[in-house]
Nanobody
Framework: QVQLVESGGGLVQPGESLRLSCVAS????????MGWYRQAPGKERDLVAV???????SYADSVKGRFTISRDNAKNTVYLQMNSLNAEDTAVYYC?????????WGQGTQVTVSS
């Protein structure tokens, strides 16, 4: 059974930072493409960042230069370092895993940026 468990969300002020973590189990993490998506109230779920099994990364234009995705295959964990947060980053953030046969989602973690 595949599980993706996110942590690290919370309430921060504009300009502050957060690091999200997602621990994966039940899949071959090292060969999975991992990603972070987010969904704000009333909006669709959008891609934030992706990291391939080889370590290549891509980002949504809105987070380039502020967010960094990374992975630790020894810990089956993918991270999202978020700097210079602003109100538009407020959303539920979801961890995503894509393997050769399926895709999986975590339960989400809330990030709220407010003064």
């Amino acid at each position: 059974q595949v599980q993706l468990v996110e942590s690290g969300g919370g309430l921060v002020q504009p300009g502050e930072s957060l690091r999200l973590s997602c621990v994966a189990s039940g899949l071959r993490f090292s060969i999975s493409r991992m990603g972070w998506y987010r969904q704000a109230p009333g909006k669709e779920r959008d891609l934030v960042a992706v990291i391939t099994s080889g370590g290549s990364t891509s980002y949504a234009d809105s987070v380039k230069g502020r967010f960094t995705i990374s992975r630790d295959n020894a810990k089956n964990t993918v991270y999202l370092q978020m700097n210079s947060l602003n109100a538009e980053d407020t959303a539920v953030y979801y961890c995503h895993a894509a393997t050769l046969v399926s895709v999986y989602w975590g339960q989400g973690t809330q990030v709220t940026v407010s003064s």
